[in-house]
């Protein structure tokens, strides 16, 4: 489990403006607005602004600044998740019942059917701060795209690095 704090860190890195305001509006729901005009010192229709699809690219880092003062890496990696295609996690130590099991070469994986199922689940126990729930959806997410059925023998252990597309 103690992989995922990384992995979250990693994912969240790459954020663009629209996971920022995802994150944003799940934290705060329909009071996003009022809460990033508070945040960032604006008036709420500018807040509102920030947070449309035609959001001033001049303020992108002022957006994705809010979105970690909202949810934290934790929030932003979630929407990523959310919005992946493909999953590159290259390496990954596995074991079986704490055994450890060595390495397997995962690669990227395409983000359909159970694949993206255990990604939603790893986005939802991310933003309700279970990293222990996020981690086994996440190994799940791994395995199931490695060999599907696998994620119910091998459990991830560590990974090599995270890259997820778009």
């Keep these: 489990m103690t992989y995922i704090a990384s992995v979250v860190q990693h994912i969240a890195q ?3 403006v629209d996971h920022a305001q995802a994150a944003i509006r799940t934290v705060h729901g329909k009071h996003a607005s ?3 005009a508070a945040q960032a010192g604006i008036s709420p229709r500018t807040a509102r602004r920030w947070l449309s699809s035609a959001a001033p690219t001049g303020r ?4 994705l600044d809010a979105a970690a003062t909202a949810g934290g890496a934790t929030g932003l ?3 990523r998740l959310r919005t992946a295609e493909t999953i590159d996690v290259g390496t990954v130590a596995v ?5 450890d099991e060595g390495n397997r070469r995962v690669g990227e994986i395409t983000v359909e059917g159970d694949v993206a199922n255990y990604l939603i689940t790893t986005a939802r126990d991310l933003e309700a701060h279970n990293l222990e729930g996020a981690a086994d ?4 997410a ?5 060999d599907p059925g696998l994620e119910d023998t091998l459990q991830v252990e ?8 778009p």
């Design 77 to 79: 990696a979630a929407q």
């Design 60 to 63: 992108t880092r002022a957006i």
């Design 158 to 165: 560590a990974v090599e690095f995270v890259d997820v597309s």
């Design 14 to 16: 790459g954020a663009r």
């Design 95 to 99: 074991s079986y019942d704490g055994d």
């Design 142 to 146: 791994i395995m199931s795209g490695y």
């Design 34 to 36: 009022r809460w990033l």
């Design 137 to 140: 959806a996440f190994s799940n």
